[in-house]
């Protein structure tokens, strides 16, 4: 049969009979890929431990009828293994690999940026990122906002989403895509703070210079707006998210909108 190679992260995988899986992957150069490995939940599997969610991996594939299988694994970066002595960056990890598996969408179309972005959000939640360590929160609402924007549902952060009145605005509808003016504001809109939405401009924009005095206050009423708009334009919430121990922080304006 045809082979091809690709690295690629695991999103999830799913048991296939006696001894196999369904690992659904997120690759560099086939975008979202669904391939069979064949005995990977025997003891004596070669590359069983590879093939876990988070694992960025070398993989080769043999061209299948309907799945590809995966023939070899070869560990790049074993994510799974840091994000599994955490609790809580754990399942930050969860949001971000549900969040890629929604947004890429159709199987076998390249995304190579989205795939860079999950990468380089993975290395920044285990080992830092280029500015230093930062709470999973920030790299989290970092990498949501940026992999909307590469998906084409980049909110407005300055000028009105629905008008285009430029800004500085006070308000914000996940609905209408961002912040919003006076005239567009729709009823219980969340009026977040200036320097919440500067803390959204910086993580839209992977500025992690201007994220080192946050506040955990600012970065939590942030992280609520970032739920709230993911929530919106994936139709339904992420399940991760209702994980994390500061949905109960979140201010009741934003609450209503996941709504």
């Not at 001894?19 to 391939?35: M, N, Y």
């Not at 080192?212 to 991760?240: C, I, N, Q, Y």
Request: charged share 20%.
């Amino acid at each position: 049969m045809p082979t091809y190679r690709d690295e690629a992260v695991v999103l999830r995988t799913h048991k296939l009979g006696e001894a196999d899986r369904i690992i659904t992957l997120l690759s560099k150069e086939h975008g979202k890929v669904r391939a069979v490995a064949r005995g990977v939940r025997r003891t004596s599997s070669k590359f069983g431990g590879r093939l876990e969610p988070f694992s960025h991996v070398d993989l080769q594939f043999a061209t299948g009828r309907t799945l590809d299988v995966i023939t070899q694994a070869v560990t790049l970066h074993a994510y799974a293994a840091p994000l599994g002595e955490d609790y809580h960056s754990y399942t930050v990890g969860q949001v971000m690999i549900e969040t890629a598996d929604r947004l890429v969408v159709e199987e076998g179309q390249p995304t190579v940026r989205q795939f860079r972005l999950l990468v380089g959000a993975l290395q920044a939640l285990t080992a830092g990122t280029s500015d230093g360590p930062r709470p999973p929160e920030v790299i989290m609402d970092s990498y949501l906002l940026r992999a909307a924007a590469l998906a084409g549902y980049a909110p407005s952060l300055v000028d009105c989403a629905r008008c285009g009145e430029a800004g500085p605005h006070s308000g914000f509808s996940p609905q209408l895509g961002g912040v919003v003016c006076v005239n567009c504001r729709p009823p219980g809109c969340a009026r977040p703070e200036p320097a919440v939405l500067a803390y959204l401009v910086a993580a839209l924009s992977g500025d992690w210079v201007a994220t080192r005095e946050l506040s955990t206050r600012t970065r939590r009423l942030g992280s609520g707006l970032v739920a709230a708009f993911m929530s919106w334009h994936l139709d339904r919430g992420l399940r991760s998210l209702q994980h994390l121990d500061d949905t109960r922080h979140w201010p009741e304006t934003v609450v209503s909108d996941l709504v």
